[in-house]
């Protein structure tokens, strides 16, 4: 018996470019709209409910901890969570294939939390390179952040800061925009979801190393196929920087210095050392499923990067890095 390979006429091709370019333009939507609905609801609590809110916490709950902690906790949260809610709606995925949750190994999970700390060095780097720039042709960076003093608003900072970006953050861009993309390439969702979060921090210097993270955060949860991974690493990140600027907070400027080296130092090797091991111990690691679609990768890029409401999110953050700037 003869067996022949199936293959797609041009017209066949053509039909399934055009349905697969539908698709990928109705993920653009469904991030841009996301983000968009994300900057929208900040900005109506900041103009309505935020200073009244901030009154009310401090009035009842000055006494214990810091109530403008709480007022920023909740900025953060609402936002965020209308903005994973209008994804999930508009992007038309079934609810467990936006957000895989499988049971990962402990020596995995182990290797994916030490490379994120060494990345995060390299990528303060990045960072720091991006920050030097933009001051050179005079464009100053305000760092707002106000560190806490008392015990009950340190452990406030740490889960406003570490866990509930950890959380929220992962499901909106490792999730809601990274896992539909999936199916014109790992690498295409994996860049894409990673831009996107790096333009939404808007300080200059931490969209470099929000970029840089987002790709190891991505392909970590790709290669696991779980966001606990994503949420393991995000947290590990944000937990170490926000701790150490509380040790740093109140050391002299000498001692803050070889303390932050030290630092790097032991994030570094510790990295190195897991970007081995997982090498050897990973079968196929640093490799990513081959691309099916039909469409080319560069259309893909443009066809989702040029989406209008993309266009108006990217603008959105132009203006408010420039307001801020002034």
Excluded at 147 to 162: Q, R
Excluded at 181 to 186: A, I, N, P, V
Excluded at 300 to 305: E, L, N, Q, S, W
Aim: glycine fraction near 6%; charge should be neutral; include cysteine.
């Amino acid at each position: 018996m003869e067996f022949y390979q199936q293959t797609e006429t041009g017209e066949e091709m053509i039909s399934r470019a055009v349905k697969e370019r539908r698709i990928l333009r109705r993920f653009a939507f469904s991030s841009g709209l996301s983000l968009l609905v994300y900057f929208a609801v900040e900005s109506v609590i900041a103009l309505t409910i935020y200073y009244p809110f901030e009154r009310a916490f401090k009035d009842y709950f000055g006494e214990y901890i810091d109530g403008g902690q709480l007022a920023e906790m909740l900025m953060y949260v609402l936002p965020m969570a209308a903005a994973i809610a209008a994804a999930v709606l508009c992007s038309r995925v079934p609810f467990g294939e936006l957000f895989p949750f499988r049971c990962i190994r402990k020596k995995t999970a182990r290797y994916a939390a030490f490379i994120a700390a060494g990345l995060s060095v390299l990528a303060n780097f990045a960072a720091s390179l991006a920050e030097s720039l933009t001051q050179w042709v005079g464009i100053p960076y305000l760092d707002q952040t106000q560190l806490p003093s008392g015990a009950a608003d340190i452990a406030i900072y740490l889960v406003y800061t570490a866990l509930m970006p950890a959380i929220i953050e992962e499901l909106l861009f490792r999730g809601a925009i990274m896992q539909p993309l999936r199916r014109f390439g790992d690498g295409f969702a994996i860049l894409a979801s990673s831009v996107l979060f790096g333009i939404t921090h808007i300080y200059y210097p931490t969209i470099v190393f929000a970029f840089i993270l987002g790709l190891s955060i991505g392909y970590f949860t790709v290669y696991t196929g779980s966001l606990h991974t994503g949420m393991l690493m995000h947290f590990v990140n944000n937990f170490t920087a926000s701790a150490a600027n509380l040790f740093i907070n109140s050391m002299s400027d000498g001692s803050a210095q070889i303390f932050t080296m030290g630092l790097y130092t032991v994030e570094i090797i510790i990295g190195v050392w897991a970007v081995i091991r997982f090498a050897k111990a990973s079968p196929a690691p640093f490799t990513l499923k081959p691309y099916k679609a039909v469409l080319e990768q560069k259309t893909c890029r443009r066809a989702f990067f040029a989406h209008p409401l993309l266009i108006v999110f990217y603008l959105a953050v132009t203006v408010t890095m420039l307001m801020m700037a002034l």
